[in-house]
């Protein structure tokens, strides 16, 4: 823990307290010593004060934030946008200012897109604080008071109780039934139990370290004092927080290819561009109309509405996806869930329901699996009257969720606990403590009282000299009990015996006497149960070809248990521990981190290193989780995913998603509409790119087929602002492929033109080009004037094919149907009416130099366009029956899935 300190302490400036070595392997009056205070009267007004100057407030620190005007500014040193805002400069020296304007409003959307992301993960430190407790009850100069968290000191002395956040992190030092939700901090799901004893073992995981209590943590049972021995970010929280600021942030999959399309289509544009212009030149050409011509064909070849497709796709999804209980907190995290390998999730609320539910009884030799009325009465009393949980007027049990679980079992069998109790009141208690390991309680019955206990089994067998059957008592099998206890252990679950003792008088309560010679009645197996519909989540994590592996700092029995129900695991599966894994070196992490499927009792940075140990290997890694020890992996993670209702404020500052339900399941709609979202930006890249290659693939051809020039710089520009505009637009409503849940995720090292795409808008480009020619051809030899006006209405009425035949990549638009994408298809008939008014109003025949054309001409026009969409509904017809793109396709496939095609002509 000093070693933590160290690290906290220099990361972010803190002047917070370092904690003694291991406090919890310290005597408590050596601790009380090394602090400098007394137990009973705490520290002195003075004293106190002296140490908060010296310490600083008990708070945890964030480092130096970069300002909002550098966040902003820092969002145009992307070259993608870099090379955008040269074709702004470009466009506006050619006198086109409408396009100008379009690619600067892009660039800035996307500067105030990028800079909300990045002010967003500023703040996952701030909520940490929320964790803090407000006020806290200290003793100080003999007498108790109370005080603002902030002001709590190393050496003070801290009251607890039920509903109380615990202010600092303490060694214990006084505990009456003493229980405290760790949940957040470590992944159990119910209440760690506290003693005062010194333990001996070094490198305790936090679940294990009974005798401490942790900031952010709340108190659920009992009361007692606590030494102060950490504060600020010399707190376990504060680790954590060290943990947030340093752990890097990696880009999703779409940035990577985004940024790397940029690169390599700029280098491409500048290349063509320079051997059209050279070519212009020495063919005669005007050099100042070559020279508007070649940086007109820049500015079309980079499309540069592929950024507002690419926020509109994301936007559009994040709507889509709150409506099914998930909120994006960061839009390219939808496309990243597409591309998602492994999902790495916690046990406790992600996976199970987060709340106790006795699910086990063992009673008369006898197992039963639900409670009902044929559990034998003496059980049932036992549960409902050796139990402190109690209904509300709502009807909500209250209390211990181990108790509420109890309280429960007995009411679905029959025996209201507030029944009970009036039948036979207490008369008497003996509290539960870690050293008996036991609680009893003593009730009046006709003709004198009963004893009632529970507790932990091999306590309690060794106090039961008989065992309770339907034929009455017999001597205790403790061996065969103590088998029976084991085996439910092995399955997970927490199991608790009960036990009676019939006394005739019970005026005196002493444990020793009336914890002797008991009936031994049976075993209740409890465990945190797995939701109802994860399992069926799970089951469609692996038909996308998606492993999900838990992580949970739980017991290891528990996990196995919950993960065998799950099928996450099977029984041969190894469970690594956090021990383990402590021991274990990064390398070895490595090579065997993608044969595990179950982690337990791991630490925070333990989380961490998995994921980063899967990223290693080429994985794409989702994390769930709700927790305090979840947020370093949420946010290293390449997609972050925490629980709404029951996560910490902590996770889902952290996190990319949110799951409002907290409900598994909701994460396979969201990979459903991250596939669906990247399919569709794959098809306006191959859409626009197609477009912008049969437009320079015109201009470079013409030249060597002895034609002039077959567009001006005007009708490129019309071109590339309304084909890849609304129609590319439209495209991001595209509904989901028929199969994007029945195939393996995107490989991530994938290109972007993988899957025939780069084969596509090569052949498609040159058809598009040719086919213009041919009308270009055709009109120039037979002496029509009106070529260049041909060439330009083939080229957008193919492109506007061309959007309607790729709205998927395997089924035809017959069989998807022209309305299943109203916005698409209002675009294309948008687009059709726009270049007829440009052919045959007067005004805008002067704008865009062109010529009405006549019937003939533009009936050649409309069949030569029409090639076009006919062909890619052959090429789509060729790959449904897998004659094309084999190779490219199979390469996609993980050997481990199962692929499914669709088949149909």
């Given at each position: 823990?000093n070693?933590i300190?160290?690290?906290?302490?220099?990361?972010?400036g803190?002047r917070?307290?370092?904690?003694p070595?291991?406090?919890?392997?310290?005597?408590?009056?050596?601790?009380?010593?090394?602090?400098g205070?007394d137990a009973?009267?705490?520290l002195?007004?003075?004293?106190?004060?002296?140490?908060?100057?010296a310490h600083?407030?008990?708070?945890?620190?964030?480092g130096?934030r970069?300002?909002?005007?550098?966040?902003?500014?820092?969002?145009?040193?992307?070259?993608?946008?870099?090379?955008l805002?040269l074709a702004?400069v470009?466009a506006g020296?050619v006198?086109?200012?409408?396009?100008a304007?379009?690619i600067v409003?892009?660039?800035?959307?996307?500067?105030?897109?990028g800079?909300?992301q990045?002010?967003?993960a500023?703040?996952?430190?701030?909520a940490?604080?929320?964790?803090?407790a407000?006020?806290?009850?200290?003793?100080?100069?003999?007498?108790?008071?109370?005080?603002?968290?902030?002001?709590v000191v190393?050496?003070?002395?801290?009251?607890?109780?039920?509903?109380?956040?615990?202010?600092?992190?303490?060694?214990?030092?006084?505990s009456?039934?003493?229980?405290i939700?760790?949940?957040?901090?470590?992944?159990?799901s119910?209440?760690?139990?506290k003693?005062i004893?010194?333990?001996?073992?070094?490198?305790?995981?936090i679940?294990?370290?009974?005798?401490?209590?942790?900031?952010g943590?709340?108190?659920?049972?009992?009361?007692?004092?606590?030494?102060?021995v950490?504060?600020?970010m010399?707190?376990?929280?504060g680790h954590?927080?060290?943990?947030?600021s340093?752990?890097?942030q990696?880009?999703?999959p779409?940035?990577k290819?985004?940024?790397?399309?940029?690169?390599?289509?700029?280098?491409?544009?500048?290349a063509?561009c320079a051997?059209?212009?050279?070519?212009?030149?020495?063919?005669?050409?005007?050099?100042?109309?070559?020279?508007?011509?070649?940086?007109?064909?820049?500015?079309a070849?980079?499309?540069e509405?592929l950024p507002?497709?690419?926020?509109?796709?994301?936007?559009?999804?994040?709507?889509?996806?709150?409506?099914?209980?998930a909120?994006?907190r960061?839009l390219?995290?939808?496309e990243?869930?597409?591309?998602?390998t492994?999902?790495?999730?916690?046990?406790?609320?992600t996976l199970?329901?987060?709340?106790?539910r006795?699910?086990?009884?063992?009673v008369?030799g006898?197992?039963q699996r639900?409670?009902s009325?044929?559990l034998?009465?003496?059980?049932?009393?036992?549960?409902?009257?050796?139990?402190?949980?109690?209904?509300?007027?709502?009807?909500?049990?209250?209390?211990?969720p181990?108790?509420?679980?109890l309280?429960?079992?007995?009411?679905?069998?029959?025996l209201?606990g507030a029944?009970?109790?009036?039948?036979a009141?207490?008369?008497?208690e003996?509290?539960?403590?870690?050293?008996?390991?036991?609680?009893t309680?003593?009730?009046r019955?006709?003709g004198?009282a009963?004893?009632?206990a529970?507790?932990?089994?091999?306590?309690?067998?060794e106090?039961c000299t008989?065992?309770?059957?339907?034929s009455?008592?017999l001597?205790?099998q403790r061996?065969?009990?103590a088998?029976?206890?084991?085996?439910?252990?092995?399955?997970?679950?927490?199991?608790l015996?009960?036990?009676c003792?019939e006394?005739g008088?019970?005026d005196?309560?002493?444990?020793?006497?009336?914890?002797g010679?008991?009936?031994?009645?049976g075993?209740?197996?409890?465990?945190?149960?797995?939701?109802?519909?994860a399992?069926?989540a799970?089951?469609?994590c692996?038909?996308?070809?998606?492993?999900?592996v838990?992580?949970?700092g739980?017991?290891?029995a528990?996990?196995?248990a919950i993960?065998m129900?799950?099928?996450?695991a099977?029984?041969?599966d190894?469970?690594?521990?956090?021990?383990g894994?402590?021991?274990?070196?990064?390398a070895?992490l490595?090579?065997r981190?993608?044969?595990?499927?179950?982690?337990?009792?791991?630490?925070?940075?333990?989380?961490n290193?998995?994921?980063?140990?899967l990223q290693?290997?080429?994985?794409?890694v989702?994390m769930?989780?709700?927790g305090?020890?979840?947020?370093?992996?949420?946010?290293r993670?390449?997609?972050?995913?925490a629980?709404?209702?029951?996560g910490?404020?902590?996770?889902?500052?952290a996190?990319?998603?949110?799951?409002?339900?907290?409900?598994?399941?909701?994460?396979?709609?969201?990979v459903?509409?991250?596939?669906?979202?990247?399919?569709?930006?794959?098809k306006?890249?191959r859409?626009a790119l197609?477009?912008?290659?049969?437009?320079?693939?015109?201009?470079?051809?013409?030249?060597?087929?002895?034609l002039p020039?077959?567009?001006?710089?005007?009708?490129?520009l019309?071109i590339?602002?309304?084909?890849?505009?609304?129609?590319g637009?439209?495209?991001?409503v595209?509904?989901?492929?028929?199969?994007v849940?029945?195939?393996?995720p995107?490989?991530?090292?994938e290109?972007?033109?993988?899957?025939?795409?780069?084969q596509?808008?090569?052949?498609?480009?040159?058809?598009?080009?040719g086919?213009?020619?041919?009308?270009q051809?055709?009109?120039?030899?037979?002496?029509?004037?009106?070529w260049?006006?041909m060439?330009?209405?083939?080229?957008?009425l193919?492109?506007?094919?061309?959007?309607?035949?790729?709205?998927?990549?395997?089924?035809?638009?017959?069989?998807?149907?022209?309305?299943?994408?109203?916005?698409l298809?209002?675009?294309v008939?948008?687009?059709?009416g726009l270049?007829?008014?440009?052919?045959?109003v007067?005004?805008?025949?002067?704008?865009f130099?062109?010529?009405?054309?006549?019937a003939?001409?533009?009936?050649?026009c409309?069949?030569?366009?029409?090639v076009?969409?006919?062909?890619?509904?052959i090429e789509?017809?060729m790959?449904?029956?897998?004659w094309?793109?084999?190779?490219?396709?199979?390469a996609?496939?993980?050997?481990?899935?199962q692929?499914?095609e669709?088949g149909?002509?």
């Amino acid at each position: 823990m000093n070693d933590i300190h160290d690290t906290a302490a220099s990361g972010v400036g803190s002047r917070s307290a370092a904690a003694p070595p291991e406090p919890w392997r310290r005597p408590i009056a050596e601790l009380l010593r090394q602090l400098g205070v007394d137990a009973e009267g705490g520290l002195g007004v003075e004293e106190a004060r002296r140490r908060l100057a010296a310490h600083g407030p008990n708070r945890l620190l964030e480092g130096k934030r970069r300002s909002p005007v550098r966040m902003f500014v820092g969002q145009f040193a992307d070259f993608m946008i870099v090379v955008l805002i040269l074709a702004a400069v470009v466009a506006g020296m050619v006198g086109e200012p409408q396009d100008a304007i379009a690619i600067v409003v892009i660039v800035v959307l996307n500067a105030i897109i990028g800079f909300v992301q990045e002010f967003r993960a500023e703040r996952a430190m701030a909520a940490l604080k929320l964790l803090a407790a407000p006020s806290a009850q200290v003793r100080r100069a003999g007498t108790v008071c109370v005080v603002s968290a902030e002001e709590v000191v190393p050496g003070d002395i801290v009251l607890l109780e039920a509903g109380s956040v615990v202010p600092a992190d303490l060694r214990m030092f006084e505990s009456m039934q003493l229980r405290i939700d760790e949940a957040a901090l470590t992944g159990e799901s119910h209440p760690a139990e506290k003693t005062i004893d010194v333990l001996h073992e070094a490198d305790l995981p936090i679940g294990d370290r009974r005798n401490m209590a942790y900031k952010g943590t709340l108190v659920s049972y009992g009361r007692g004092r606590g030494l102060v021995v950490a504060t600020g970010m010399a707190t376990e929280i504060g680790h954590i927080a060290v943990l947030l600021s340093t752990t890097e942030q990696v880009r999703t999959p779409l940035q990577k290819r985004l940024a790397a399309f940029g690169k390599r289509l700029a280098l491409v544009v500048i290349a063509v561009c320079a051997i059209i212009f050279t070519i212009g030149l020495l063919r005669g050409e005007p050099p100042v109309m070559m020279f508007l011509t070649a940086i007109s064909l820049a500015v079309a070849a980079i499309p540069e509405a592929l950024p507002a497709v690419v926020t509109v796709s994301l936007a559009i999804g994040a709507r889509n996806m709150v409506r099914k209980n998930a909120l994006i907190r960061h839009l390219p995290a939808v496309e990243t869930l597409g591309s998602v390998t492994y999902i790495c999730t916690d046990k406790t609320g992600t996976l199970t329901e987060n709340r106790m539910r006795a699910t086990e009884f063992h009673v008369g030799g006898v197992t039963q699996r639900e409670p009902s009325d044929t559990l034998p009465a003496v059980l049932l009393r036992a549960l409902a009257l050796n139990n402190d949980a109690r209904r509300d007027d709502s009807g909500e049990i209250l209390g211990d969720p181990t108790e509420t679980a109890l309280y429960a079992a007995a009411a679905a069998a029959g025996l209201e606990g507030a029944a009970a109790a009036k039948e036979a009141p207490r008369l008497a208690e003996i509290p539960f403590d870690s050293g008996r390991a036991l609680m009893t309680t003593v009730h009046r019955v006709p003709g004198g009282a009963v004893a009632f206990a529970k507790g932990a089994p091999e306590r309690l067998l060794e106090r039961c000299t008989r065992q309770w059957t339907r034929s009455g008592p017999l001597p205790v099998q403790r061996q065969e009990l103590a088998r029976v206890s084991e085996e439910m252990a092995a399955r997970g679950l927490r199991v608790l015996a009960f036990a009676c003792r019939e006394l005739g008088q019970a005026d005196a309560i002493d444990s020793e006497a009336i914890e002797g010679e008991l009936c031994f009645i049976g075993f209740v197996g409890l465990i945190d149960p797995p939701r109802a519909e994860a399992e069926e989540a799970v089951r469609t994590c692996r038909t996308a070809g998606i492993t999900p592996v838990m992580i949970t700092g739980d017991h290891p029995a528990t996990a196995r248990a919950i993960a065998m129900d799950l099928g996450i695991a099977t029984e041969d599966d190894e469970i690594l521990t956090g021990k383990g894994m402590a021991a274990m070196p990064e390398a070895q992490l490595s090579r065997r981190v993608d044969a595990l499927r179950v982690y337990a009792r791991v630490a925070p940075e333990q989380k961490n290193a998995i994921v980063g140990a899967l990223q290693r290997r080429g994985e794409f890694v989702a994390m769930t989780g709700d927790g305090v020890n979840d947020a370093p992996a949420l946010k290293r993670a390449d997609i972050g995913v925490a629980m709404g209702r029951i996560g910490t404020d902590v996770a889902r500052e952290a996190a990319d998603m949110v799951l409002l339900d907290d409900n598994f399941a909701t994460i396979v709609a969201a990979v459903r509409e991250g596939r669906r979202i990247f399919d569709n930006i794959r098809k306006f890249i191959r859409y626009a790119l197609t477009g912008n290659s049969a437009e320079i693939w015109t201009l470079f051809l013409a030249p060597f087929l002895f034609l002039p020039l077959p567009l001006l710089p005007i009708h490129i520009l019309w071109i590339n602002l309304v084909t890849d505009g609304l129609p590319g637009l439209a495209l991001a409503v595209e509904p989901a492929e028929r199969n994007v849940m029945k195939r393996p995720p995107r490989p991530p090292q994938e290109s972007i033109f993988a899957g025939g795409m780069w084969q596509h808008m090569l052949w498609v480009g040159l058809l598009m080009a040719g086919v213009s020619l041919v009308a270009q051809a055709w009109a120039y030899h037979t002496g029509s004037a009106h070529w260049q006006s041909m060439v330009f209405t083939v080229l957008t009425l193919a492109q506007m094919g061309h959007v309607l035949a790729i709205r998927s990549e395997r089924d035809s638009l017959f069989t998807l149907g022209l309305f299943s994408n109203v916005p698409l298809l209002g675009a294309v008939l948008l687009t059709f009416g726009l270049q007829m008014a440009i052919l045959y109003v007067h005004p805008l025949q002067m704008v865009f130099r062109t010529a009405p054309l006549s019937a003939e001409e533009l009936l050649i026009c409309f069949g030569l366009s029409t090639v076009v969409f006919v062909s890619v509904e052959i090429e789509k017809w060729m790959f449904r029956r897998g004659w094309i793109y084999r190779n490219d396709n199979q390469a996609r496939k993980p050997e481990n899935v199962q692929w499914h095609e669709e088949g149909g002509s």
